[in-house]
């Protein structure tokens, strides 16, 4: 049983355009909600998370968008730059962390 | 760079046989975790230790052990390897367990 879900599975977008992934969860135990950043060949790094208790968290071009009563959450890239190309995953985390299956971001120029 | 050092970077072995992949934490980090990531998979949650003692399993197969030392660094053995073994592995470390975790670059197996 999957307890992230997370969408696209790829997303192709334009410099400068707005890059969206969703995740949704089921266990309203979880805490703590990070979202990593993956490139060929590297593990996955630290991009940017949050607590439940807040809605919203910004962090540069990257913002994580927190809806606790529709157990979901999403990572915006603002002005998204071919650098961003990469795979995204976010995760959840009570006991113990739950990744969600990825996204795989390309920015074309 | 996260601090975080796996060896060996890449691992060929055939079925059957039993390897080691090792895992050196970030300086002041107590936890380990272990994961497997596959294409079809995704980041599959294996183990975590905290300070020595096991504090957290996931999908870890009986196959497959691990351990912390009292030096903190950490070792996951996997046996009897299969075909189906073949994967990317991570350890991750963290200060403890409600603290972001930071991850190696992994241990390429392959099985042959």
């Known amino acids: 049983q999957q307890q992230v879900k997370q969408s696209p599975q790829s997303l192709i977008v334009q410099k400068g355009g707005i890059s969206i992934i969703n995740c949704a969860y089921e266990?309203?135990?979880?805490?703590?909600f990070p979202w990593y950043q993956q490139f060929p060949g590297k593990g996955p790094a630290l991009l940017i998370a949050?607590?439940?208790?807040?809605s919203e968290k910004k962090e540069g071009r990257f913002t994580i968008s927190f809806n606790k009563s529709a157990k979901q959450f999403s990572l915006h890239i603002m002005d998204s730059q071919p650098g961003d190309s990469a795979t995204y995953f976010c995760?959840?985390?009570?006991?113990?962390?739950?990744f969600g299956t990825g996204t795989s971001l390309t920015v074309i120029p | 760079d996260s601090g975080v050092t796996q060896t060996p970077k890449h691992l060929i072995t055939a079925t059957g046989q039993r390897v080691t992949l090792r895992c050196s934490p970030r300086?002041?980090?107590?936890?380990v975790y272990w994961y497997q990531q596959s294409l079809d998979q995704g980041l599959q949650f294996l183990i975590q230790?905290?300070?020595?003692?096991?504090?957290a399993k996931g999908n870890i197969l009986e196959r497959f052990s691990a351990q912390q030392f009292p030096d903190l660094h950490s070792e996951l053995n996997l046996s009897s390897l299969e075909l189906g073994d073949s994967a990317l592995y991570f350890c991750a470390s963290s200060v403890d367990q409600f603290q972001p975790q930071h991850f190696g670059d992994g241990t390429r197996l392959s099985i042959l």
């Open positions: 230790y905290y300070n020595g003692e096991e504090r």
């Open positions: 995760a959840a985390s009570g006991n113990q962390f739950y």
């Open positions: 949050i607590r439940p208790d807040v």
């Open positions: 300086s002041g980090d107590l936890s």
């Open positions: 266990n309203t135990a979880f805490d703590y």
